[in-house]
């Protein structure tokens, strides 16, 4: 049996090396840059701001060995890092993914920057399914003939800022993407994060329609505290996209949107009232209605000039963020 392994290990390890010479060890480098300058309607202030500036770098070493390291030097200000993972491909269709990543969880949350079809984020994307952390995930990409996406790994769930904590009990989270035509996508995905003393476990159901220049899309999520720590949560995104495509013009299409999205008032999970040690509102419930134009200058997501108006709804006794109020948005997205 012995004998039998080591020769296994000894045949894996020629194929491999054999495997060098067939690898381009160059790595890519990606960016993406985007400007913006914000007006605040109801204040009548205004200020200019690089939302982003990310650099990204990733290769390969081997076949079925990779990497990618992704930083963000101007996140509202900050350094930021986003992605560090190396990734294994042992098989055609499957991927094993070690390191810092965005979770398999939600469709806008898990867009990059350059891919959004705003200026700003959707709250399920922003406030209520934005999680990245530390862990392994696991990919599996059916046969093209069974359009079928299964992602799920475990995570540390306290997000990156925390990895040296031991934990005795690891978040899990799981992504099902399934096309049940070309144009037709639709997403499950369920999660448990643990950011302090309380798991919140949250569910999504979402699903796009992409054809003759339309994108339309629709998600809801739902979110709950263990021990009824806080009340649950709910949240809806939906907008519709039209592109129009333009000839013999300086921009090669224009895109017409608008979006309603909606949340319930959340917690963090971290954040306690001083006194009573209870879970407090980090995010209140609000309504957002906005409209946008969408100049592109090449191809889609490449180089993109928007512009967007958003108006909020919200409660008498809500306060709202600064950043969460009426504002006019033009933003300059660059990708490279």
Same mark, same amino acid.
């Given at each position: ?7 296994? =290990? ?34 009548? +202030? ?6 982003? +500036?990310?650099?990204?770098? %990733? ?8 990497? *990618? ?8 200000? %900050? ?5 560090? $993972?190396? @990734?294994?491909?042992?098989?055609? &269709? ?34 209520? &399914? ?19 996406? =299964?992602? &799920? ?15 005795? %009990?690891?978040? $899990? ?38 054809? +003759? ?11 709950? $505290? %263990? ?25 090669? *299409? ?61 409660? @008498? ?20």
């Amino acid at each position: 049996m012995k004998h039998s392994l080591l020769l296994a =290990l000894l045949a894996a390890s020629c194929v491999l090396r054999a495997q060098t010479t067939d690898v381009d060890l160059k790595p890519e480098i990606h960016g993406t840059i985007r400007s913006k300058y914000e007006l605040d309607t109801s204040q009548g +202030a205004s200020r200019y701001e690089v939302r982003n +500036a990310r650099v990204s770098i %990733e290769g390969q070493v081997l076949p079925m060995v990779s990497y *990618k390291a992704e930083i963000d030097l101007c996140d509202e200000g %900050e350094i930021k890092m986003q992605d560090a $993972y190396a @990734r294994l491909t042992p098989l055609t &269709g499957l991927a094993i993914t070690a390191g810092q990543m965005r979770v398999p969880f939600t469709i806008d949350a898990h867009r990059s920057p350059h891919r959004r079809y705003f200026a700003n984020r959707s709250f399920i994307a922003k406030q209520v &399914g934005n999680v990245r952390d530390v862990g392994v995930s696991v990919r599996y990409r059916c046969h093209p003939s069974f359009p079928v996406t =299964l992602e &799920g790994g475990l995570f540390n769930g306290t997000g990156v800022s925390h990895q040296e904590e031991w934990r005795k %009990e690891l978040n $899990y989270s799981a992504k099902a993407i399934l096309f049940p035509l070309p144009y037709w996508n639709l997403t499950l995905s369920a999660q448990a994060i643990k950011p302090q003393e309380v798991t919140m476990h949250s569910y999504d159901v979402g699903t796009y329609y992409e054809r +003759a220049g339309w994108h339309l899309e629709g998600e809801y999520l739902y979110k709950r $505290y %263990e021990d009824g720590a806080f009340h649950d949560v709910h949240a809806v995104n939906s907008f519709a996209n039209y592109d129009i495509r333009l000839h013999r013009c300086a921009f090669r *299409k224009v895109s017409l949107l608008v979006r309603y999205d909606w949340m319930t008032g959340q917690s963090n999970g971290i954040t306690r009232d001083a006194d009573t040690r209870q879970l407090v509102t980090t995010d209140h419930a609000r309504h957002r209605v906005t409209g946008g134009v969408t100049l592109s200058l090449g191809e889609a997501f490449l180089a993109d000039l928007r512009l967007n108006y958003e108006k909020y709804f919200y409660g @008498r006794t809500a306060v709202p963020k600064e950043s969460e109020r009426d504002k006019l948005v033009l933003e300059l997205m660059v990708r490279f």
